[in-house]
C-alpha cells in the first residue's frame, strides 16, 4: 500500500505539492474512481488513470542523457553535475559509470543499483562504443596495437575493437572502463583526444535525436534488452 500522492510521484508526475495540484485540477481516478485526497491509500495492482491515460507504476526510472561537456559525473559537488540537467526530481538518481567532465554522450541514469551493478561490473564486460575526434591518424599497425591491447601505465588493456569513420576520427569499442581509457590508449600511441562521446552501451544507443544536455525515459523495451 502507498499514498496516491507517493505513487504518481513515483510515476514522474512531479513533487507532492504538483501532484496536489494535479488531483485537485485534473481527473484522477483509482479502479475507476475519482480521488480528491492525496493521501488515499493505494495498491500497486490499482488501476490508476490520469486524464483518462492509464498509469504504469515504475518502481525504478531509467533516463538516457545526451551528456554536454563540463558536467562532472557525480550527484553532489560544487561543480555542477550531471543530475543538475535532469528537471524531476527522483530519490536516489546516480549515473551508471562516469564521463568525464569534457566528455559528451550516453549516460544512464538510474535508481536502478542492481542494474548499475550489472552493467559496471567488470566480470560482464560490458561493451562501450565511443567516437573519438584525434590530433593524428593512426598507422595499420597502430591499430591492430589497439585491437590486441594497448598497454596504458603498467596496465595491459583488454582487446578492443576500434574503425575510421571520417578522418582523424575513430570508432572505439571497450569492454572494460578504467579511469580516461580511451584518452589514455591514444596518448599510448601518442595520440591526443581532442573530443570524445560515448554513443553506446551494451546495446543501449544514444538516441541521436538528443540534443546535447537533453534527455528522455528508457522505452520499456530498452530497460528489458539492458537487463538481458
Ligand atoms: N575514456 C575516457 O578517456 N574518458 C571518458 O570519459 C570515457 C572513456
Do not use: W
Amino acid at each position: 500500500m502507498m499514498r496516491l500522492d507517493k505513487y504518481l510521484s513515483d510515476c514522474g508526475f512531479g513533487t507532492r505539492k504538483e501532484i496536489k495540484k494535479i488531483i485537485k485540477n485534473e481527473e484522477v481516478l483509482v479502479n475507476g474512481v475519482r480521488i480528491l485526497s492525496p493521501s488515499t491509500l493505494i495498491q500497486e495492482t490499482d488501476e490508476v488513470m490520469v486524464n483518462n491515460e492509464v498509469i504504469h507504476y515504475q518502481e525504478f526510472i531509467y533516463i538516457m542523457l545526451n551528456k554536454p561537456g563540463g558536467y562532472i559525473s557525480a550527484t553532489e559537488g560544487n561543480e555542477p553535475n550531471v543530475l543538475d540537467l535532469i528537471q524531476e526530481y527522483y530519490k536516489g538518481l546516480f549515473p551508471v559509470g562516469r564521463l568525464d567532465k569534457d566528455t559528451e554522450g550516453l549516460l544512464l541514469i538510474t535508481n536502478d543499483g542492481q542494474l548499475a551493478h550489472q552493467l559496471l561490473s567488470p566480470k560482464k564486460h560490458v561493451e562501450k562504443e565511443y567516437i573519438a575526434k584525434v590530433d593524428d591518424a593512426l598507422t595499420e599497425e597502430e591499430i591492430e596495437r589497439f585491437k590486441n591491447g594497448l598497454e596504458i601505465d603498467g596496465y595491459k588493456c583488454q582487446e578492443a575493437d576500434i574503425f575510421l569513420s571520417n578522418p582523424f576520427e575513430y570508432h572505439v569499442i571497450i569492454h572494460e572502463g578504467k579511469f580516461h581509457q580511451i584518452k589514455r590508449m591514444f596518448k599510448a600511441l601518442d595520440k591526443n583526444v581532442l573530443y570524445l562521446k560515448r554513443i553506446r552501451m551494451k546495446n543501449l544507443l544514444l538516441d541521436d535525436s538528443l540534443e546535447v544536455g537533453q534527455y528522455r525515459y528508457l522505452t520499456e523495451e530498452e530497460i528489458e534488452d539492458l537487463k538481458v
